[in-house]
């Protein structure tokens, strides 16, 4: 019995799970136990009469690590005693394995260096709600402290923006799949609102039991911010803060039922305002004065229409007012119009400068019940301003059915035009200039011809006479030039230096940037001579800016490049442009010669038609 008891000690401590060393007090290790070798990864002969290289101390517990054979690292919880063996004083050391409670440790510290520094707001809570956690991100976005919330439940946060359905469908689907993601507002600190994208996962033990939930919160508040902004600009204009014509057109539709319920007429008021001098002229005021002038003629049609239903901006002078009217729409809509052209003409005083609008302004009407889509009522609103358009500045007018027909020959009539000028139709033939009294040629006139496919040669009043003030006039003034200089260029090679005579009309005349473009136009010529072009302006009486066209006469005679009058005394109103105009030649209309008597001789040169 006493030989077996040291042998079952033995066994007994082989047995345990942890290791078991005895150091003599010379630091070597005397014993080990199975577990022990197995923690410095070799055996217990190696392992016994090694010296033990930790520091011992009695009544101490700490962490080593241990270096294995394999050169791998083993973590264990050191404890040492006091004790004897065989008789003689020697330490006792208990090892336990804490490699993969360390492991754990550092995997717990990663994740929690990650929550605190996450981006997103994290909350964790436990099975029952109960907020466990929460990091500083979650805190920022809230406006909580974190002792504010620490064993609260997330309703606290319930903004009172969503009903108890969603919360009922939030908890259904975390229950039944674990999951649950969308968008919602919550209620931070001191009662501030806020957009989140919550993301919360129910955490789940080995048994398949709901231990923790962790929701992810994503704050939109700045991409709510900026759907708010393009929303803004989607329906309204940044300039003037009013409704754009996409936002008018859906709100059009909801007007025209309103009126057909309560049997009303809708009036809508196309209403286009311009400065006749910036529109025609290389004038041109900075855009920050532009925008003024508008922001002002905004605030006046509003003052005028006050709260009838809707005013939008369409264009960059264009406005489109919707009222809702009883009574006759005709003298209702006559007086608005009226008030408006009177409003809008009067004087615009900024930066120390005056400025003055006119204004053409569109009525259409929409009867109750009628068949007609908010496009088209919008469609007749511009057709009746171009009608107004045609009876001049400062006007107003209805929308007509025929006009609508007309405008729309003029445009088959224009997309013909279009075609001459792709297709190469058109044609310049040269009518030579005779002196009566030695019958030499002294020099010809560009006259500018269609050579219609189906219609034949056409003069320009066949094709040219609705063409005056649109833009596709500059078009053919452009082809009329180059044409021109190329036939210059033939007259040269054949030593011929003779001028040519090129129409212009007052409104190419009167565009902003027509000696710029005419010039660019001559630099493709360089060996044209200047003074081999002369021309001549048709339409004196439709000459607005007398001033402008003077003074662009004198910029292209220091170039050396001549003008002419054509057909002049046409009208008695003529005779000004004698005096304002300095040109080089004048060609008198035939019915001219039959008042000459009265007219003071101020004559240079006559040509007759």
Same mark, same amino acid.
Do not use: C
């Given at each position: 019995m006493k030989n077996k008891r040291p042998n079952s000690w033995k066994r007994l401590i082989d047995a345990l799970p942890h290791g078991v060393l005895i150091i003599n007090g010379e630091g070597q290790i005397i014993y080990a136990n199975a577990s022990s070798a197995a923690l410095f990864g070799t055996t217990r002969q190696k392992l016994i009469g090694t010296s033990f290289l930790y520091p011992l101390a009695a009544e101490e517990t700490g962490e080593i690590e241990i270096l294995r054979k394999d050169r791998t690292i083993t973590s264990a919880q050191m404890t040492v005693r006091e004790g004897a063996w065989q008789e003689e004083p020697a330490w006792i050391v208990a090892l336990h394995d804490i490699t993969e409670l360390k492991d754990k440790e550092k995997r717990l510290s990663v994740v929690s260096k990650g929550v605190s520094s996450a981006f997103e707001g994290i909350v964790i809570t436990d099975a029952q709600g109960t907020i466990l956690e929460a990091n500083q991100a979650f805190l920022n976005m809230s406006g909580f402290k974190k002792e504010d919330i620490l064993g609260q439940n997330p309703r606290m946060w319930k903004s009172g923006k969503q009903d108890a359905q969603f919360y009922k469908h939030l908890w259904e689907r975390l229950s039944s799949e674990g999951h649950w993601s969308g968008e919602l507002w919550d209620k931070g600190g001191h009662n501030k609102l806020y957009p989140v994208f919550l993301s919360v996962s129910a955490v789940k033990n080995e048994a398949g039991d709901v231990t923790n939930y962790i929701g992810f919160f994503h704050d939109l508040t700045v991409i709510k911010q900026q759907e708010k902004q393009i929303e803004h600009v989607k329906y309204y204009d940044l300039l003037t803060g009013l409704p754009n014509k996409f936002l008018l057109t859906q709100k059009l539709e909801g007007f025209m039922r309103q009126a057909s319920r309560q049997q009303k007429n809708l009036l809508v008021m196309n209403i286009r305002v311009f400065d006749p001098k910036t529109r025609k002229s290389s004038y041109e005021e900075p855009p920050h004065v532009r925008d003024a002038i508008i922001i002002h003629a905004v605030n006046r049609i509003k003052e005028v229409l006050r709260q009838r239903k809707m005013l939008a901006r369409t264009g960059y002078s264009e406005f489109v007012g919707i009222c809702l009217e009883q009574g006759d729409t005709v003298d209702n809509a006559a007086i608005l119009a009226g008030q408006l052209i009177k409003s809008l003409s009067k004087p615009y005083h900024i930066e120390n400068k005056t400025y003055r609008l006119k204004t053409h302004i569109g009525i259409t009407a929409y009867e109750a019940n009628s068949a007609c889509h908010a496009e088209e009522l919008l469609h007749q609103g511009e057709i009746a301003r171009h009608k107004a358009r045609q009876k001049g500045d400062n006007s107003f007018d209805f929308f007509d059915p025929q006009f609508e027909k007309s405008?729309?020959?003029?445009?088959?009539?224009?997309?013909?035009? !279009?075609?001459?000028?792709?297709?190469?139709? $058109?044609? &310049?033939?040269? %009518?030579?200039?005779?002196? =009566?009294?030695?019958?030499?040629?002294?020099?010809?006139?560009?006259?500018? !011809?269609?050579?219609?496919?189906?219609?034949? $040669?056409? &003069?320009?009043? %066949?094709?040219?006479?609705? =063409?005056?003030?649109?833009?596709?006039?500059?078009?053919?003034?452009?082809?009329?030039?180059?044409?021109?200089?190329?036939?210059?260029?033939?007259?040269?090679?054949?030593d011929i230096e003779i001028p040519i005579s090129i129409n212009v009309g007052s409104h190419e005349l009167q565009h902003k940037n027509y000696f710029h473009h005419f010039m660019t136009i001559m630099k493709k010529y360089p060996r044209i001579p200047k003074k081999m072009i002369l021309l001549e302006v048709l339409e004196t009486e439709a000459i607005e800016d007398l001033d402008l066209v003077s003074d662009l006469i004198n910029r292209f005679k220091a170039q050396g490049i001549h003008f002419a009058l054509d057909d002049f005394g046409k009208k008695y109103s003529s005779l000004a442009y004698l005096k304002e105009l300095d040109t080089r030649e004048v060609k008198l209309d035939q019915s001219f010669l039959y008042g000459i008597s009265l007219i003071n001789r101020r004559i240079w040169r006559f040509y007759f038609l």
């Open positions: 405008l729309l020959e003029f445009s088959r009539h224009l997309e013909a035009v !279009r075609g001459a000028l792709k297709k190469n139709q $058109l044609r &310049l033939f040269y %009518q030579p200039k005779v002196d =009566l009294l030695t019958g030499n040629v002294i020099g010809v006139e560009a006259l500018l !011809r269609w050579m219609h496919p189906v219609r034949g $040669l056409l &003069l320009p009043h %066949q094709f040219l006479l609705r =063409l005056d003030n649109h833009p596709i006039s500059l078009e053919l003034g452009e082809w009329t030039l180059n044409h021109a200089l190329k036939m210059a260029g033939q007259f040269l090679s054949h």
